[in-house]
C-alpha cells in the first residue's frame, strides 16, 4: 500500500477537488473513482458524443437514491465531433438524432441534481434546444443559475422553444440567482414578464448582438424595480448608448446601493450624450468593485467614479481622446482598493500615466488597448 493510499478519504477529496484531477484520479482505482467521481461531476461538461460509455457512468448515476446529493454545478450543452473528447476545437456541425437523445438520457438521470444548467445552439438544430429545455422542466427540481446563448436565427422561430424559457423562468422564480443571455434577437416582451418573477436575481447578464434592435427602456421599467437582489448586471449592445438607458437604469434600479459590478458595453458616441446621467447613476452606485464602461469617457465622468467609488478594484474604460483619461487619472484621489485599469485607447500614452495611478503604495496592473478596435495591441504595466 502506498503512502497516498492511507490518507482518509476527507483529505483525498480536497486533493481531487484541484482543478482537472478529478478527471484523472476517478480513473485510478474503484476507492480513488468513488472519492473523484462526486467532484468530477460538479463541473460536467455534456457532450453528444456519449463521455460514458467506458466509465459506467450511466450504471452509477441509475444506481444513485433519492437521498444522494450529487449536485452537478453546471450541464454545458455544446456539440463536439465524436473522437475529439480531448480537444478543445467545437465544430458547428449539427448533432443527430442518437446525440441528441444520449443528452436527454444523460440528462434525465442528473436532473433532479442540477443546480446550473449552461446550453448553446452552437451545433444543435432549434428543437433539439427545445427538447433539451423540456426535459430540465420535467427533470430539474432548484435551478440556480442558467446561460443560454442562441445565435441561430432560427431558434427565435421556434415556439416550442419560446415557450420552454418562459416555463423555465417562471417555474424557477423563487430560486434563479442567475440568468445570462447571449442572444442574436431581442427578448420577447412575455419572457421579460416572466424573469420580472425572479425576484430572488442576483445576476443579469444580457448580451444582444444585432445592432438594429436597441435596448428598451420600457422592458427595464418592467424588470429592474423587481430585482431587489441584484448586485451585477451586465449589458452588451453594439449600439451607441442613449441618455434614455442611462436614466432608466438610475431610476428603476430598485437598489443601485447593492450593485457590486456593472458592465456597459456599448459603441463610443459623443460622452454629451449621457454624460450627466452617467454621473448621476454613479452617484447611485456607491458601492461598485468593478465597473466596465466602454464608452466615450471624459474627465469629468473619471472625476465622479474617482469621488464617489472608494470601493473599486477594477475599471475598463474606452477613450478617444486619451487627454481626458490620463488627466482623470493622474489628478484624482483614488480610493485604496483600485487593483487593475483596463484602458482602450486610439491615442498614445502620456509620459505620466504610469505615475498617475501610482500615488498609492499599492500596485495597480494597467493594461492600455493601443487601438478602440477590439483585438487591438496590449502594452502592460505592473
Known amino acids: 500500500m502506498s503512502h497516498i493510499d492511507v490518507l482518509p478519504a476527507e483529505i483525498l477529496a480536497h486533493i481531487f477537488?484541484?482543478?482537472?484531477?478529478?478527471?484523472?484520479?476517478?480513473?485510478?482505482?474503484?476507492?480513488?473513482?468513488?472519492?473523484?467521481?462526486?467532484?468530477?461531476?460538479?463541473?460536467?461538461?455534456?457532450?453528444?458524443?456519449?463521455?460514458?460509455?467506458?466509465?459506467?457512468?450511466?450504471?452509477?448515476?441509475?444506481?444513485?437514491?433519492?437521498?444522494?446529493?450529487?449536485?452537478?454545478?453546471?450541464?454545458?450543452?455544446?456539440?463536439?465531433?465524436?473522437?475529439?473528447?480531448?480537444?478543445?476545437?467545437f465544430y458547428t456541425e449539427i448533432a443527430d438524432q442518437a446525440c441528441v437523445q444520449n443528452v436527454l438520457n444523460i440528462q434525465s438521470l442528473l436532473g433532479p441534481r442540477i443546480v446550473e444548467l449552461a446550453i448553446t445552439d452552437t451545433g444543435w438544430a432549434s428543437s433539439s434546444i427545445a427538447d433539451i429545455l423540456n426535459m430540465n422542466l420535467l427533470t430539474t427540481r432548484h435551478l440556480h443559475h442558467f446561460q443560454i446563448s442562441l445565435y441561430d436565427v432560427d431558434s427565435f422561430d421556434l415556439l416550442d422553444l419560446a415557450h420552454a424559457l418562459t416555463?423555465?423562468?417562471r417555474r424557477d422564480a423563487v430560486h434563479l440567482k442567475s440568468i445570462a443571455l447571449d442572444l442574436a434577437q431581442p427578448v420577447a416582451r412575455e419572457q421579460w414578464l416572466?424573469?420580472?418573477?425572479?425576484?430572488?436575481?442576483?445576476?443579469?447578464?444580457?448580451?444582444?448582438?444585432?445592432?438594429?434592435?436597441?435596448?428598451?427602456?420600457?422592458?427595464?421599467?418592467?424588470?429592474?424595480?423587481?430585482?431587489?437582489?441584484?448586485?451585477?448586471?451586465?449589458?452588451?449592445?453594439?449600439?451607441?448608448?442613449?441618455?434614455?438607458?442611462?436614466?432608466?437604469?438610475?431610476?428603476?434600479l430598485p437598489r443601485p446601493d447593492r450593485l457590486r459590478e456593472l458592465h456597459?458595453?456599448?459603441?463610443?458616441?459623443?460622452?454629451?450624450?449621457?454624460?450627466?446621467?452617467?454621473?448621476?447613476?454613479?452617484?447611485?452606485m456607491p458601492g461598485l468593485q468593478t465597473l466596465e464602461a466602454h464608452l466615450d469617457w471624459t474627465n469629468r465622468m473619471m472625476e465622479h467614479v474617482a469621488m464617489t467609488l472608494p470601493d473599486l478594484r477594477e475599471l475598463s474604460v474606452t477613450c478617444s481622446n486619451l487627454s481626458f483619461t490620463c488627466a482623470g487619472i493622474q489628478y484624482m484621489v483614488w480610493g485604496q482598493a483600485l487593483e487593475k485599469v483596463n484602458m482602450r485607447t486610439s491615442g498614445k500614452i502620456w509620459s505620466g500615466f504610469l505615475d498617475a495611478v501610482r500615488k498609492r503604495s499599492r500596485r495597480v496592473k494597467i493594461l492600455v488597448y493601443g487601438s478602440m478596435k477590439w483585438g487591438g495591441a496590449v502594452d502592460e504595466w505592473e
Not at 478529478?22 to 476507492?31: G, K, L, M, N, P
Not at 463521455?51 to 433519492?66: E, H, I, N, R, V
Not at 456597459?264 to 460622452?271: K, P
Open 17 to 89: 477537488s484541484h482543478e482537472g484531477l478529478a478527471d484523472i484520479t476517478r480513473q485510478v482505482c474503484s476507492r480513488w473513482r468513488g472519492i473523484a467521481l462526486p467532484i468530477w461531476l460538479r463541473r460536467l461538461s455534456l457532450l453528444p458524443s456519449d463521455p460514458f460509455k467506458d466509465l459506467g457512468m450511466l450504471t452509477y448515476l441509475q444506481s444513485l437514491s433519492d437521498h444522494d446529493r450529487l449536485y452537478v454545478r453546471a450541464l454545458d450543452i455544446t456539440s463536439r465531433r465524436e473522437g475529439d473528447v480531448n480537444s478543445s476545437v
Open 194 to 252: 416572466a424573469m420580472a418573477e425572479c425576484t430572488e436575481l442576483q445576476r443579469c447578464h444580457l448580451g444582444l448582438y444585432r445592432s438594429t434592435e436597441p435596448v428598451l427602456a420600457e422592458i427595464f421599467e418592467l424588470v429592474l424595480p423587481r430585482w431587489e437582489a441584484l448586485t451585477e448586471l451586465y449589458i452588451c449592445q453594439p449600439r451607441p448608448l442613449s441618455a434614455d438607458v442611462v436614466g432608466c437604469l438610475h431610476r428603476h
Open 264 to 284: 456597459l458595453i456599448f459603441e463610443a458616441c459623443q460622452a454629451s450624450l449621457y454624460e450627466q446621467e452617467f454621473i448621476d447613476m454613479i452617484h447611485a
Open 167 to 169: 416555463q423555465l423562468y
